[in-house]
């Protein structure tokens, strides 16, 4: 009876150890398959949380926050270092007002009529 009883537990390492390496083998053939699902639903989240504006560079702008007025305001960064940034809000000479205008006439986040930083 021991003998058989030593047979069966041998044989159950066996049949584990050959139940490991099997799914070992699997994960190792299928890895590929497994990362472009995992990338593929890491750039499905990023593109939710971006409101499909992630990987889009038509729609995709650098945006500024107001800190010199006090007003809140959202702005397209290119446009104000090309426009308002040294004269009209940074310069010794530069008034609330001038900052103002130029960040809200000129440079505001805006495509196609909607403001793109402040969502």
């Known amino acids: 009876m021991l003998k058989s009883f030593r047979k069966q537990k041998a044989q ?3 049949e584990i150890a050959a139940l490991i ?7 190792v053939i299928f ?9 593929g639903r890491w750039k ?3 593109d939710a949380i971006g409101f499909q504006r992630l990987y889009d560079p038509n729609l995709t702008i650098e945006c500024g926050h107001d800190r010199w007025t006090g007003s809140g305001l959202w702005y397209n960064a290119t446009c104000f270092d090309t426009v ?3 004269a009209s809000c ?5 008034t609330n ?4 205008t130029c960040i809200s006439a000129t440079c505001r986040s805006s495509y196609g009529g909607v403001d793109i930083c402040n969502q």
Do not use: P
């Open 12 to 14: 159950s390492t066996i």
């Open 21 to 27: 390496v099997f799914v070992l083998t699997a994960m």
């Open 31 to 39: 890895q590929k398959y497994m990362a472009r699902g995992i990338y």
């Open 44 to 46: 499905g989240v990023g």
């Open 84 to 86: 308002c940034g040294e």
């Open 90 to 94: 940074v310069a010794a000479t530069a």
């Open 97 to 100: 007002s001038d900052c103002f």
